[in-house]
């Protein structure tokens, strides 16, 4: 295969052994520069030994860039996405695709500034992250070039990558040079595991896969209480104490923990066309959509909120197949966010055993009426006889294709 001129590549760069080969694959196949990129998205590992092999293999200080993004993850891309109750495929919490734009974002920036002519990522051929980057990449930047070693060099296997590694003097940690259990991606809103030992859908996980949460089984007797203040539909505060999006999320996360909250075993449908399992852990995330669309449920309009949840599963599919930024998306967006001003006030949570319970909500924008619901006396408000002929008339249509013959909704 014919390699591109490249003068300059900014590579998303982890430190692992996957990006320190693809890091020296770069320098040897394209000789070209080499910008390496590492987000602090709450992953919870250091950062410090990425940039001490990043400077090992050749790669110059001011090359070296290492954001904190943890912030503008969640308010940013976290938040706008549970405004909208986003599930893919009524279950998974979209945690690694939501980071995937992010940090491609993050990559176009630094490529302009420093003048490079292409960027690289570490994902494989037969996933979703492949297409989120590169999608995200030409969105932002339509004429750069894209390096994918994964679906050009001859490395397919774990010894070859070792031994590539060990030919140029890269380190490797132990653990490294047998096969990992399981493969591993994390921020902080969620930690997904997936592959090898998990690749049979019959099999139980093993509990060493579960590293962000307790056995429900193993969770405190006691009921934890919290209560969760919202204003414009994001999460402001956690018991009155106002907290910033990533260290509110931050707490809620330490909360799901605590109590084995926000697991999922699940076979979901990749873009690319294959079915994979995942072991999923999003312990604050479960908290916080629980509790927003109990917030949504005094505030918003029953026909909002039914338009919204008839575009959730499309917007969900936006996001997971990789199209943060596609006008479609910010479209959904403006309509999601446009419905969210009223979402306002308190809702209290009891945390129990791997479970979020709802026990109560108030907002100074509530649309509940005690005076309407009432089994008492409602003093006028609602005239139970006005039912009458709302339902005669939503039964016209049933009248008169049962007078036609048409019984038991034959069409």
Not at 182 to 189: E, K, P, Q, T
């Amino acid at each position: 295969m014919t390699t591109p001129n490249v003068k300059k590549v900014v590579l998303a760069y982890s430190g692992g052994l996957d990006t320190s080969v693809i890091l020296k694959w770069l320098q040897t196949t394209y000789r070209c520069e080499v910008v390496t990129f590492t987000a602090d998205l709450g992953q919870g590992e250091e950062l410090g030994p990425a940039r001490d092999k990043a400077l090992m293999l050749g790669i110059k200080p001011e090359n070296i860039y290492m954001d904190d993004l943890r912030e503008t993850f969640v308010k940013d891309f976290v938040f706008p996405m549970f405004r909208a109750n986003a599930l893919y495929e009524g279950m998974y919490l979209l945690g690694t695709s939501i980071a995937r734009p992010l940090i491609a974002q993050r990559q176009i920036e630094i490529a302009e500034a420093v003048g490079a002519d292409a960027v690289s990522h570490g994902a494989t051929g037969k996933g979703n992250d492949q297409v989120r980057f590169e999608l995200s990449y030409y969105a932002l930047k339509p004429d750069i070039k894209i390096i994918a070693p994964w679906r050009e060099w001859d490395l397919t296997s774990r010894t070859k990558l070792i031994e590539f590694a060990e030919t140029h003097q890269i380190p490797i940690a132990k653990d490294k040079r047998g096969e990992a259990p399981f493969s591993v991606d994390a921020n902080l809103l969620h930690s997904s595991s997936e592959g090898k030992i998990l690749e049979e859908p019959w099999d139980a996980p093993d509990e060493m896969v579960w590293q962000r949460t307790i056995s429900p089984m193993d969770a405190p007797d006691t009921p934890t209480e919290i209560t969760i203040q919202f204003k414009g539909g994001d999460a402001v505060g956690i018991n009155g104490q106002a907290l910033s999006p990533a260290t509110l999320l931050t707490k809620l996360n330490e909360l799901g923990k605590a109590n084995g909250i926000g697991r999922l075993d699940l076979v979901e449908n990749r873009f690319v066309g294959m079915k994979s399992r995942g072991c999923y852990e999003t312990p604050g995330g479960t908290i916080l959509s629980v509790a927003h669309r109990a917030m949504e449920s005094i505030t918003l309009d029953r026909e909002a909120a039914h338009l919204k949840d008839s575009l959730m599963p499309r917007y969900a599919e936006i996001i997971y197949n990789g199209f943060w930024f596609a006008p479609e998306r910010h479209m959904l967006q403006a309509l999601i966010d446009a419905s969210q001003a009223s979402v306002e006030g308190d809702v209290r949570l009891k945390l129990y055993k791997g479970n979020t319970i709802v026990t109560g909500r108030r907002s100074p924008h509530s649309l509940y009426s005690m005076k309407h619901v009432t089994f008492e006396d409602d003093q006028g408000a609602y005239d139970q006889v006005d039912a009458q002929g709302f339902i005669k008339l939503n039964a016209l249509r049933l009248r008169l294709g049962a007078m036609a013959g048409r019984r038991g909704g034959a069409l």
